[in-house]
Structures are given as C-alpha cells and as structure tokens.
C-alpha cells in the first residue's frame, strides 16, 4: 500500500530516494515495535518475561532469550544505524544543509541510545556493574 502510494503520487524521484528509503526504514521498524509493544502489553511473550520485566525459570533454570527492554534497544539501535547513513546521500557531494545535520544527530542518538539500552540490558556487562569493588577485594 504505502510503496503504491509513492509510485502513484511519483514522489522519492532521483536523488529523493534516499530520505524516502530512509523514512521507509523509520516507518517500518516503528511500525513492527508498535505491533511487538502492544503483543507484550496484552500479556503476549509471557513465556520469554516480556509480559514483566522478569525472566521465566524453565526447569529451574533462567531463560536465555533476550529480554523485551534488549529487543526495544536493538530495535533503536538497528533505526539509528540503519539511517545515520542514508539521510545525506540524496545530495551525496554536496554541502551538508541544517535538516541534514538535524537528521544525523537524532540518528546518532538513537544509535548510541540502543547501544546503551544493549549493553545495560547484557548479562555480562550486568554482572559487572553489579560487582562491587570490596566483594572482590576479598577475594583475592
């Protein structure tokens, strides 16, 4: 439907392809995350921990899939990495305006906002902040 609109309305022609196939990317991810956000609210994923922000023991043992907040990050991280490339190529050899600057900065954020979101949410980096400095003093 939406690629039928932009062939009908003969828009993202040349050089716009760029920031059409960047607002695409942008539409899509969010898009998807909305229908995954509104699945974990109404309890789906339960199984996985995405319904709480507790992971499930299976036979005792905790589940290795990720948890909801690492897959939203992932999602962010995969949208700023994705277009902090695509938003100057549509004028590719020229000057750099302020919206293209704009652009990249908020996908730079975004990139290095679900980066954090990731490593915050991993086990092992999880287990390092949770080591204090006198639990392995004493140890050694």
Known sequence: LASGAVVYGGIFRGNDI?????HFVKGGIFFWYGFVALGRWTGCFSEYGWAWNTKPS??????????AEFAESFLIFSYGASNVFLEHLGALGGAWSAQDLEHVSIT????????????VESRRVRDLLN??????KDEQ
């Not at 080591?131 to 392995?136: E, I, Q």
């Open 108 to 119: 730079i954020m975004f990139f290095g906002g679900g980066l954090l979101g990731m490593l």
């Open 18 to 22: 760029f920031g059409g196939l960047a």
């Open 58 to 67: 299976i036979n005792g043992r905790i589940s290795r899939a990720p948890s």
């Open 131 to 136: 080591t204090s400095a006198l639990a392995a």
